[in-house]
């Protein structure tokens, strides 16, 4: 007989590594499924749900229902793969630094120039504008990942991606010079994304 969810958390709140490795087992599959699309990378996924798995043994004293645990965990594993996106994010930008710094001083005042006027351009956006733009053409996700990463339907990821270039087409006009004709690029989802 299998043991419940509610005796293998009382069993892991007190500290029996026997019960840990069970609730891992029995759960490990889909949260690494979860983290794997969000981050779209299979070792930096096994990374986020490792922490996951970490933090919610840690908090399990705020578990009120044992029920509930199933999606109290799925968020820990959001969360942590979101903590993941961002670091890579920052990583991204430490190579771009490192090839600037081999591009001409007036190359990098441009480009530096260029990164102010973008930042600025997104901290203007309200903050759920900024994380969809931030994780669509920044980090490279598709809007289904976004849409999971930020736990909203894909339709509304794909509205703040219309709003969203509206208002920083507007915003950066006469910093960003405009092509003759409008480019169309193939995303991942292969939803067809005009710039």
Known sequence: MTESLADLLERC???DQSACRIVV???QEKALDLAKALI???HLAEDAIQEAFLTAFCRLNQLREP???VGWFR???RTEALRVVRKNSRNREQILDHQSNQLSPLERAELEELRQIIHRALSGLSESSRQTAELFYLDEQSCAEVANVLNV???TVKRRLHDTRQKLRN???GYVEEPATRKVVKRKDDKRIPL
């Open 40 to 42: 779209g990378d299979k």
């Open 25 to 27: 087992n029995r759960f």
């Open 171 to 173: 915003m950066l006009l």
């Open 153 to 155: 339907p894909m339709g």
């Open 13 to 15: 709140r007190k500290g």
């Open 75 to 77: 968020q820990i594993v």
């Open 67 to 69: 029920a509930a645990f």
